[in-house]
C-alpha cells in the first residue's frame, strides 16, 4: 500500500524542470551537469537533454502580443563548472518553407529564420549578451544596450551592438519536423558577479521568418519600454567563476632579397 501512494504521488507531482512561459513560469533553475559529453553538432541526443531544464509555451509579440506562438519551440538548459548549453528545437508545420542559409557571421539574423538569447548575467536589466543561431547554426551575437540606438540602422531596430564578436560553438540542422540547434558558450565569453551563486536575466526569442511572426519565451510587450525588464530569470547558478580572455593573434612577415638571373 506505501509503494503504491508513493507511486501515485510520484505520478501528481509537477515536473520541476519545465518551465511554461505563457503561465508566466519565468524562475529557471538549470541542473548542473559536471563535464558534459555533448558534442555540438545540432543532434540532441546526448542523454543530458533529457534531464535538462525546458522552456516551452512560447506566445508571439510580433505582429500581435499575446497570442499563442504560430510554431512551438522548446529549448533545454544545462550548464556545467566551464560554459553553459543551450539545445533548441523549433518545430515547423511547413518545414520545407524554412528560410536557413549559410553566409556571413552577424548577417544571418536579417534574412533567416532564428533564435535568439539573451543573457543578463548582472541581472540588472541594463545590458545583456546576445546570440543568434539560424537553423545551420551561422552565428550572430553582441551586446543588448537598453536605450542604444544603431546609427545608420535600416535593417533592425532592435538595442544591440553587433561589432562585439564572442567566443561561443553553435551548430544546427533542418528536420522533417522543423529544426535544432545546439549552443554551448563558455564563461570566458561572459562577465558577471564573483559569487557564489549567480542569478542571471534571461529570455529566448524566435522568428518564423516567411511570416514575419516573433515570438518569446517570457511574454514581451510594447507597453513596457525596457526589454531586459521582461525577461525570465535563471537562479541558482552555482560555484561559477569569472575567467580572463587572452587572446593571441601571431603575425608572420617575410622578405626576401636576391637578383633577377638569366630573366627567371
Given at each position: 500500500m506505501?509503494?503504491?501512494?508513493l507511486?501515485?504521488?510520484l ?17 529557471v533553475?538549470p ?14 541526443d ?14 508571439q509579440?510580433?505582429p500581435?502580443?499575446?497570442?499563442p ?42 534574412g ?31 551586446l ?11 535593417t ?7 561589432s562585439?564578436?564572442?567566443i561561443w ?9 522543423g ?6 558558450i563558455?564563461?570566458?565569453?561572459l562577465?558577471f558577479?564573483?559569487?557564489p ?16 511572426f516573433?515570438?518569446?519565451?517570457a ?24 575567467k ?21
Amino acid at each position: 500500500m506505501t509503494a503504491l501512494l508513493l507511486a501515485v504521488a510520484l505520478a501528481a507531482a509537477p515536473d520541476t524542470l519545465q518551465f511554461v512561459g505563457k503561465d508566466l513560469q519565468l524562475e529557471v533553475a538549470p541542473p548542473r551537469v559536471e563535464s558534459p559529453a555533448i558534442r555540438i553538432d545540432g543532434v540532441l541526443d546526448e542523454p543530458e537533454w533529457e534531464n535538462a531544464a525546458t522552456l516551452s509555451g512560447f506566445s508571439q509579440y510580433e505582429p500581435l502580443e499575446g497570442i499563442p506562438a504560430s510554431e512551438s519551440t522548446e529549448v533545454r538548459i544545462l550548464y556545467s563548472g566551464e560554459a553553459i548549453y543551450f539545445g533548441i528545437k523549433a518545430f515547423d508545420s511547413q518545414p520545407h518553407l524554412i528560410l536557413a542559409r549559410l553566409g556571413e557571421r552577424d548577417r544571418s539574423v536579417f534574412g533567416d529564420d532564428w533564435v535568439r538569447i539573451i543573457l543578463d548575467t548582472f541581472d540588472d536589466q541594463r545590458q545583456g549578451y546576445v546570440f543568434y543561431v539560424n537553423p545551420l547554426g551561422i552565428q550572430t551575437d553582441g551586446l543588448w544596450m537598453e536605450g542604444y540606438t544603431r546609427q545608420g540602422s535600416r535593417t533592425s531596430s532592435v538595442p544591440i551592438d553587433f561589432s562585439p564578436d564572442f567566443i561561443w560553438d553553435s551548430d544546427g540542422r533542418l528536420t522533417s519536423r522543423g529544426w535544432e540547434a545546439e549552443i554551448r558558450i563558455p564563461y570566458v565569453s561572459l562577465r558577471f558577479r564573483p559569487a557564489p551563486v549567480q542569478n542571471w536575466g534571461l529570455n529566448v526569442a524566435r522568428e518564423v521568418k516567411r511570416r514575419g511572426f516573433k515570438q518569446s519565451w517570457a511574454p514581451l510587450t510594447r507597453n513596457v519600454a525596457s526589454t531586459l525588464a521582461q525577461s525570465g530569470r535563471l537562479v541558482g547558478l552555482r560555484d561559477l567563476r569569472p575567467k580572463r580572455l587572452v587572446e593571441l593573434n601571431p603575425v608572420t612577415t617575410g622578405k626576401r632579397l636576391g637578383q633577377v638571373a638569366d630573366g627567371r
